[in-house]
C-alpha cells in the first residue's frame, strides 16, 4: 500500500507513512517552502508547555513537534500508530518515551494529560469525533488541546492560487523529495476535503471541550484551534 484512501482505513494510512518516514521532515520543509518551522513554534506558544507537565503528542511521528515541548521541561510523551515513523523517531531521539497509539483508542488512563496536541495528523484519523472525546478524556480537567491542522485561506483569490498548487504542483515537487510522492497525493487530496475552521471548531464543542476559539496562520493556510477541559 503506497496511497491511503480518503475513507481513512488505519492500516492504509499507517503504512502510507511507514513508507515517507526516512524522508518526512524534509519533505515538509520543501513543500510548505519552510512554513512548518513557523507553525510548529506557534503551536508551541499555544500549548505553552511548563515544566513537570505531560503533555501528548498526537500524531508526532518522529517527535520533530514533541521536541519544543521537551525542551520546556515538559514530559511529552510522542504518539504515533505508524510504526516506521516511531522507529525513525526513536533512531534520532532514543530518550523520549514514544508510543504506538491510535487517536480513536489512546492506551491512556483518563485525566492524565495536561496538555494534548496534533499537528497536520487528525484529519489523516478515520473518526475525527471519537478521537476528540479521546483526547478530552485522557486530558486532566483544566487541561487544554491544541490542534493544527491545514484549513482554508480566508481570501478568496489566494484560496484558488492554493487550491492549483496542491493538486497541481504539489505532487511533481513531492516526487523530486519524498520516497512515496503517491502518499503527497491523497496528503493534498485530504487537504481539500477537511472542514473549515469554524467546522472543526463546532467539532471540538460537540466532544465536551469548551473556551474553542481558533486562529489563522498564513491566511488560513492552516489553522490553530484551541479549548479547554472544564475542572
Not at 480518503?6 to 513543500?31: C, I, W
Not at 512554513?35 to 505531560?54: G, S
Not at 483544566?142 to 484558488?160: D, K, L, N
Request: glycine letters at 6%; one cysteine or more.
Amino acid at each position: 500500500m503506497t496511497r491511503a484512501s480518503l475513507n481513512k482505513q488505519p492500516h492504509e494510512v499507517a503504512s502510507m507513512f511507514d513508507g515517507v518516514a526516512e524522508r518526512y521532515d524534509l519533505t515538509n520543509d520543501v513543500l510548505s517552502l519552510g512554513q512548518d518551522r513557523v507553525w510548529r513554534k506557534a503551536v508551541a506558544q499555544a500549548v505553552d508547555a511548563r515544566p513537570a507537565q505531560k503533555v501528548l503528542d498526537l500524531a508526532a511521528g518522529t517527535a520533530t513537534s514533541s521536541l519544543p515541548f521537551a525542551r520546556t521541561g515538559a514530559y511529552v510523551v510522542p504518539c504515533d500508530f505508524s510504526t516506521g515513523m516511531l522507529r525513525v523517531g526513536k533512531q534520532r531521539h532514543a530518550w523520549l518515551p514514544f508510543t504506538a497509539g491510535d487517536a480513536t483508542k489512546l492506551p491512556f488512563k483518563d485525566d492524565t494529560f495536561d496538555a494534548v496536541t496534533i499537528s497536520f495528523g487528525l484529519r489523516n484519523v478515520q473518526d475525527t469525533d471519537t478521537a476528540l472525546r479521546e483526547m478530552y478524556r485522557v486530558t486532566k480537567p483544566g487541561g487544554r488541546v491544541v490542534i493544527c491542522e491545514f484549513s482554508h485561506p480566508t481570501w478568496a483569490p489566494f484560496r484558488t492560487v492554493y487550491t492549483e498548487y496542491l493538486m497541481r504542483a504539489l505532487p511533481p515537487v513531492a516526487r523530486s523529495v519524498s520516497s512515496n510522492p503517491d502518499a503527497y497525493v491523497y496528503l493534498a487530496e485530504s487537504i481539500r476535503a477537511w472542514p473549515d475552521q469554524a467546522a472543526l471548531a463546532a467539532r471540538l464543542t460537540g466532544a465536551g471541550w469548551s473556551k474553542v476559539a481558533w486562529r489563522n496562520l498564513t491566511g488560513g493556510v492552516v489553522a490553530l484551534h484551541r479549548g479547554f477541559k472544564e475542572k
